[in-house]
């Protein structure tokens, strides 16, 4: 009897060790995913300063994303500042118009905000809209570039994002709100742009980007996970 207890058990501890190092495994994997993640936002929060490179650093930001979570390699300061420099040769005009219109919307609606009259509200009516338009179309950008050579322009960029709104509508209404709501967070708290200001947007790419390849394969869209 004695025996074949310790016969049994022998198998039991060797299941339970195999589940404990599987753990550790995924814990480390999911460890240096957060590791890689915080690098990207460090080398993102850097690059962007530039104001005119802050549009060629999400580029290099999603890229390294789509390496981190989909095919499992590591994040590199150098690899950044290739994609960055690509992303930057490929999309100067843009990289310097889309800066402009950002700040012509962000003022015309604090300046029509303090305007105390009704033509200050219809004002309101028109940039409101304007403005989560464009943060849509520039989410569905960021999910487009993954799928687009690195020399691809601007204009292909934005026609791809394009044909994701009309095909995503709910979700990027949903990641609109989202981004409203972390502006606004931000108003508050300042110092949150450090740690979320490259990868929020980037992560909401990434889940626009998945639930399209999941409609196109007539299975539900699922959260963005780690490798």
Known sequence: MTVTTRMEARPLSGARAARKQARAVRTLSALNTVGDVLLLQLCFFVASWGIITAFPAAVALQRQLDHVL???????????????????????????????????????????????????TVALLLL????????????????????????????NILASAWLRV???????????????????????????????????????????RRGMVNQRNGTPARTTGAR
């Open 70 to 120: 989909d095919k499992g390699e590591p994040a590199t300061v150098r690899s950044f500042a290739a994609e960055l420099l690509s992303a930057f040769r490929a999309n100067w005009r843009a990289a310097v118009v889309l800066p402009v219109v950002a700040a012509m919307l962000i003022i015309g609606i604090l300046f029509w905000g303090s305007v105390d009259a009704p033509v200050g």
């Open 166 to 208: 009309q095909g995503q509508p709910l979700h990027v209404a949903g990641c609109v709100v989202i981004m409203l709501t972390w502006f606004l967070l931000l108003g508050r708290v300042p110092t949150l742009g450090l740690v979320g200001g490259g990868v929020l947007p980037a992560f909401l790419a990434v889940w626009l």
């Open 128 to 155: 409101v809209p304007m403005a989560g338009a464009s943060v849509g179309l520039y989410l569905c950008a960021l999910a487009a570039v993954v799928d687009q050579p690195v020399t691809a322009r601007f204009k």
